[in-house]
């Protein structure tokens, strides 16, 4: 491989995220697009503000997120690594579209890793600073949310933030973990979101169909969750904005 072909595969940021709608806003913000499969994996690169971003679509959980993350370094070698997208707020104060960053992230099994991070939380502003918990699936009630803040001291969680960065600190890329609340503490997820949503983060049709027969307001449970998840990634998209600048200036 040349030099400039070397060049043109390389990224200066790197996002990993679970889900497409979690990016789009934000690659909707960037130029000269490109979506190419990676083995299990969709990946999109393109420009911002002249700045090379690829992002890679993991699909759901800890095992995905570790593998994606690391064929991203391998094939575009990013200056930083940013483990980002939606996130369920584990403590009352937090709304929809408000800004978690991890300055420490935690699973449920004991492992943890401490991060770099001195800024401080604006609560007022809607930006928190704290642990998030990385769960091994999918948090959908209040009670549930209660009791992982309880025993894990986070308020947040998602489920791939711990992999991403722990492959970034092996391979000794800058991380950060960036994430937007999707789901806060005033209702439960409806049931059907954990038969629906695949590991891949690709719609079960048949499932979302058989949701229906059985419970036909299902549909609008389901619709009010893609309009918050529209509205949080939205908020996401501004926030990376000035996170992309920052980074790749400093770079």
């Given at each position: 491989?040349?030099?400039?072909?070397?060049?043109?595969?390389?990224?200066?940021?790197?996002?990993?995220?679970?889900?497409?709608?979690?990016?789009?806003?934000?690659?909707?913000?960037?130029?000269?697009?490109?979506?190419?499969?990676?083995?299990?994996?969709?990946?999109?690169?393109?420009?911002?503000?002249?700045?090379?971003?690829?992002?890679?679509?993991?699909?759901?959980?800890?095992?995905?997120?570790?593998?994606?993350?690391?064929?991203?370094?391998?094939?575009?070698?990013?200056?930083?690594?940013?483990?980002?997208?939606?996130?369920?707020?584990?403590?009352?104060?937090?709304?929809?579209?408000?800004?978690?960053?991890?300055?420490?992230?935690?699973?449920?099994?004991?492992?943890?890793?401490?991060?770099?991070?001195?800024?401080?939380?604006?609560?007022?502003?809607?930006?928190?600073?704290?642990?998030?918990?990385?769960?091994?699936?999918?948090?959908?009630?209040?009670?549930?949310?209660?009791?992982?803040?309880?025993?894990?001291?986070?308020?947040?969680?998602?489920?791939?933030?711990?992999?991403?960065?722990?492959?970034?600190?092996?391979?000794?890329?800058?991380?950060?973990?960036?994430?937007?609340?999707?789901?806060?503490?005033s209702t439960d997820l409806?049931?059907?979101?954990?038969?629906?949503?695949?590991?891949?983060?690709?719609v079960r049709v048949g499932?979302?169909?058989?949701?229906?027969?059985?419970?036909?307001?299902?549909?609008?449970?389901?619709?009010?969750?893609?309009?918050?998840?529209?509205?949080?990634?939205?908020?996401?998209?501004?926030?990376?904005?000035?996170?992309?600048?920052?980074?790749?200036?400093?770079?």
């Amino acid at each position: 491989m040349t030099s400039s072909e070397t060049d043109n595969t390389r990224a200066d940021i790197g996002i990993v995220s679970a889900l497409p709608i979690e990016l789009g806003q934000f690659m909707d913000r960037c130029e000269r697009v490109k979506h190419y499969k990676g083995g299990d994996f969709t990946f999109r690169g393109g420009r911002y503000d002249g700045i090379r971003i690829v992002v890679a679509e993991s699909g759901m959980g800890y095992a995905r997120a570790r593998k994606a993350t690391q064929a991203m370094i391998d094939a575009h070698t990013p200056k930083w690594i940013l483990s980002s997208g939606f996130a369920g707020a584990l403590i009352p104060t937090m709304k929809l579209g408000q800004i978690v960053m991890a300055n420490e992230i935690v699973d449920q099994h004991g492992q943890q890793t401490s991060i770099n991070l001195t800024l401080p939380s604006d609560e007022a502003n809607g930006l928190y600073v704290g642990r998030i918990l990385t769960a091994d699936e999918m948090v959908r009630t209040v009670e549930q949310k209660k009791q992982l803040h309880e025993k894990h001291a986070a308020i947040a969680v998602d489920m791939e933030s711990l992999a991403v960065a722990q492959v970034a600190a092996e391979t000794k890329t800058g991380f950060m973990a960036i994430r937007v609340i999707s789901d806060d503490m005033s209702t439960d997820l409806p049931s059907e979101i954990l038969s629906i949503i695949g590991d891949t983060g690709a719609v079960r049709v048949g499932a979302a169909l058989t949701s229906l027969f059985k419970r036909p307001e299902s549909l609008k449970d389901m619709l009010h969750l893609r309009t918050n998840a529209q509205a949080a990634a939205k908020s996401l998209a501004t926030f990376l904005d000035g996170v992309v600048h920052q980074l790749h200036d400093a770079s």
